[in-house]
């Protein structure tokens, strides 16, 4: 009897894949000033290892969003200007798992982001460019808060998160909070 009960206790680990819909906010601190919003997609992987109702995961994800200005119609432009950032982000999350069925679990759980802003690129009156993160000032690194919920169906995976940024987006002394939301679906081996 005892080693079945020492093999029920074993840490269970899963693999997942994932691809879904990003949107982010750049709220700056001053007064007068509005906020960014940019929006794309996401895919990555990562894994997870369960234990009872307690989980640790761990993902790789690649970011791309994005904006598009209209530029002033005074100065007769039509053709919008559409900026892309790309980045990889390193989440590390833990959390409880308050429904554990044989084919549906709920998870909940919070833990850091570390964004690495990869490149960036513009197209602009059908010319497109590639530019470093640093010649917008942004910071190449960014931590944030983040927590969330996620669903498995079987196989399938739901994910819905939200970021809160630790670190200022922007190199400069005005205070640029980010917020960004997740939500992703996927296949969780």
Known sequence: ??????????PKMHL???GGW??????????????????GWQAGGGFRVMKRKAFMEADITFVNSGITYQLDEDLNIDSPLEIRIRSLQFPLNVGYVPVK???????????????????????FEGETEKFA???LRL?????GARFGTQ???GLINVDMSYTIGITNSFKSRMRTNS???????????
């Open 151 to 153: 669903v498995d169906f």
């Open 16 to 18: 997942k894949f994932f």
């Open 22 to 39: 990003n949107s982010n906010a750049l709220v700056y601190r001053a007064e007068g000033a509005g906020s960014e919003y940019l929006h």
């Open 101 to 123: 069925k044989t084919l549906f679990k709920w998870f909940v759980y919070g833990g850091l982001v570390n964004e690495f802003s990869l490149m960036g690129q513009y197209t």
């Open 133 to 135: 993160p640093s010649e």
């Open 139 to 143: 910071h190449a690194y960014n931590l």
């Open 179 to 189: 917020h960004g939301a997740m939500i992703s679906i996927g296949l969780a081996l």
């Open 1 to 10: 009897m005892v080693p079945m009960f020492a093999g029920a206790q074993q």
